[in-house]
């Protein structure tokens, strides 16, 4: 199984501030179709996760252009440009090149 | 609007078995591989099984492979999971997802494994 790893796993962070999460696989995710399935998900406290972006940097539907993902191969990141209030939560980046699709431990964004 | 809805969660002992169900609406059912991830209280998200548009393939992580099924009734826009032999480290919450990429979640559903 691909393992994920994310740091840092806690993130306090001023609103109004830039966050950043960084994302590591133990394997190359560039599948046989020259895609690479590297997602990004959000979870709030008390709620189901919600899907941010897909393939490294495509935002979901409705997703503020405030967060962006990049990286490639093994090494991916997510920001978030500024800080809200809304943004506190739960951050999981999620590998879907190989089944079992596998999921990192989660970063957790706060407001100092 | 996309919605997923979740039943079948409930307390049962170990060994024993559930039925979960999830209720698809807002998008095109049959066009959709359609799955279900797991989180355990307090844990990390774990995908357990995927289905294919047409139920030909299935997928399932090993912890729970020849214990769970996954299946679908296209003409419900429904997707299930079986659960048997359960044991205690399958509590979770249960989330029914849409698509490979995860697009859609829905609320959930608990499944409580313990004597």
Known sequence: ?112 | EVQLVESGGGLVLPGGSLRLSCSASGFTFSSSWMGWVRQAPGRGLEWVAKIKQDGSEKNYVDSVRGRFTISRDNAKNSVYLQLNSLRAEDTAVYYCVKDQRASYWGQGTLVTVSS
């Open chain 1, 1 to 112: 199984d691909i393992v994920m790893t994310q740091t840092p796993l806690s993130s306090p962070v001023t609103l109004g501030q830039p966050a950043s999460i960084s994302c590591r696989s133990s394997q190359s995710l560039v599948h046989s179709d020259g895609n690479t399935y590297l997602s990004w998900l959000q979870q709030r406290p008390g709620q189901p996760p919600r899907f941010l972006i897909y393939k490294i940097s495509d935002r979901f539907s409705g997703v503020p252009d405030r967060f962006s993902g990049s990286g490639a191969v093994t090494d991916f990141t997510l920001k978030i440009s500024r800080v809200e209030a809304e943004d506190v939560g739960i951050y999981y980046c999620m590998q879907a090149t190989q089944f079992p699709f596998t999921f990192g431990p989660g970063t957790k964004v706060e407001i100092k």
